[in-house]
């Protein structure tokens, strides 16, 4: 990964303040995150050990258990991609893979998949479905070794990075002439996060130092493509999580009322893959052209 500035270089007003670190609004960066920045030793020990055993202990068991929902929506991705691709053109590289499924979908549907993780548990676990995988960051050293890719996608994973633009430029590197960058990530500080902060007792809980570093929304990201030389091709969002904040089910701290929301997404979303795709895919455009959306999915051509 490379070098992380000096935390003295980022500046802004400090907007919220969780287990000693402050959310900036980085006039240098041009989006929000945490000062001071956790240190790469930091990090290669958090993603490198222990993320999925001590931080995310229930992910492998809850992936399987949502695979047939997760498989609609990678699909739905890959067609949406395939829209961008001349005919023919199918490597794609995810960065920071996780389980595989995604690249198993995409091996599925006749793409040619490399991954990136650097969780060596992920990494062998996603080895196990027969899927190319790189165990260790992506970064200028490691990136060029692999030749160029078509599509570069990035899953929840911009969140996390002490250099988010570094990783933008070099994913950037590895695309070809009119590649496309996918960007999923929390949409943070959205209206709805808002609504309920203010009038209905909230704490701002989506700041969650030091895993979540930065916090994009729509229009950082987005500003952030156009800076590093992107055109904006699509922009949509999935399910607004907070609408059950807002219809009562307070599942903020309590995971498994969290898990039977989630069941009612899935649920919704499944019925509508299946009878009204056409009518999910508008409102999720139509969220995301209001700023809603639990994460924002961002396509960017280059230029
Ligand atoms: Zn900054």
Redesign the pocket.
């Known amino acids: 990964m490379a070098e992380t500035k000096s935390w003295r270089e980022?500046q802004g007003k400090p907007i919220d303040s969780v287990d000693g670190f402050d959310v900036i609004e980085?006039q240098?960066?041009g989006f929000k995150?945490i000062i001071p920045i956790p240190t790469l030793e930091e990090l290669d020990k958090l993603y490198k050990d222990k993320f999925y055993s001590t931080e995310k202990p229930r992910y492998f068991k809850d992936v399987e258990e949502d695979l047939e929902w997760w498989n609609l929506t990678y699909c739905n991705y890959y067609h949406l991609f395939e829209k961008y691709c001349q005919k023919g053109n199918r490597r794609l590289l995810e960065i920071g893979s996780g389980p595989g499924y995604f690249l198993k979908c995409g091996k599925e549907l006749g793409w040619d998949v490399l991954g990136f993780e650097p969780s060596k548990q992920a990494t062998e676990y996603s080895q196990k479905s027969g899927i190319e995988i790189v165990n260790d960051f992506f970064n200028d050293s490691s990136a060029g070794k692999h030749g160029k890719f078509d599509v570069v996608y990035m899953n929840t994973v911009v969140e996390h990075l002490p250099d988010p633009i570094a990783l933008i430029k070099c994913a950037k590197s590895v695309l070809q002439s009119e590649g496309i960058i996918c960007i999923i990530a929390p949409n943070d500080y959205n209206p709805l996060q808002s609504i309920l902060r203010e009038n209905l007792g909230y704490e701002p809980w989506w700041v969650a130092p030091p895993q979540h570093i930065n916090y994009f929304d729509f229009e950082s990201i987005k500003r952030l493509l156009k800076r590093l030389g992107f055109e904006i091709m699509e922009s949509t969002a999935t399910f607004p999580m907070e609408f059950f904040l807002l219809s009562g089910d307070s599942y903020v701290g309590n995971d498994e009322l969290g898990r039977k929301c989630h069941f009612k997404r899935k649920t919704f979303e499944e019925n509508m893959y299946k009878y009204g795709k056409e009518y999910l895919k508008l409102i999720y455009r139509f969220l995301a052209d209001n700023g809603i959306g639990r994460e924002f999915m961002v396509v960017g051509r280059q230029k």
């Open positions: 980022h980085c240098t960066c995150h």
